[in-house]
């Protein structure tokens, strides 16, 4: 979403990563004057996508941009509305999709029901308005919230990516066998 608005032009947020300007700029954005129609809510599991709400969002970037007369690239005036509202809409459904992640692992007793602890991280784990509602979350159903301090919480692909090297330098290899692997830069 970030690249879409082309936050790396704002003057707030050019040195920023794609996240952490939406975060910047939401907090003085109305999430209120865009509403996004939440993913999956007709599945009855504990699965995350982001995908249909990223077409939705873009599907609005673009009628937003028509109604401003301005071209793909160039900064929205709505711009802050819309990472507000963005922020919002993956709150909202990192919070419904946990809930219900939550309540599966209680029900079955895979959690105690008393002292659980809910536990995020990766570069979610760093927007702050994301770890006000989980603490609300986790507060709500009796549950500890657990966070890396921001600084590291990292993308998970750089997590995963540490690891191979830490195995590779420890001698313990990443694959069994890398016969069949195909590898292709993107």
């Known amino acids: ?15 920023m990563a794609g996240g952490k300007a939406i ?25 995350f996508s982001f995908s249909g709400l990223q077409n939705v969002i873009n599907n609005t970037i673009v009628q937003k941009e028509k109604e401003e007369g301005i071209r793909e690239g160039e900064i929205l005036s709505c711009v802050k509305d819309v990472a507000a509202a963005v922020q919002h809409a993956v709150a909202v459904h990192i919070i419904q999709r946990t809930y219900r992640g939550m309540l599966f692992c209680v ?3 895979i959690l105690p029901s008393k002292n659980a602890t809910l536990v995020v991280s990766g570069g979610v784990a760093s927007n702050q308005y994301i770890r006000k ?3 609300n979350l986790a507060d709500a159903n009796d549950f500890a919230l657990l966070c890396p301090p921001p600084r590291l ?34």
């Not at 975060?23 to 699965?47: I, K, V, W």
């Open 23 to 47: 975060e910047h700029l939401a907090q003085s954005g109305n999430q209120e004057l865009l509403t996004f129609r939440l993913p999956m809510r007709q599945y009855r599991n504990c699965d």
């Open 133 to 135: 509602v989980l603490q």
């Open 153 to 186: 919480c990292t993308d998970n692909g750089v997590m995963i990516a540490w690891n191979g090297i830490e195995r590779l330098r420890a001698g313990l290899g990443v694959l069994h066998s890398a016969a069949g692997v195909r590898y292709e830069p993107r």
């Open 1 to 15: 979403v970030a690249r879409r608005l082309s936050l790396r032009k704002h003057p707030e947020c050019h040195s």
């Open 107 to 109: 029900k079955n007793s």
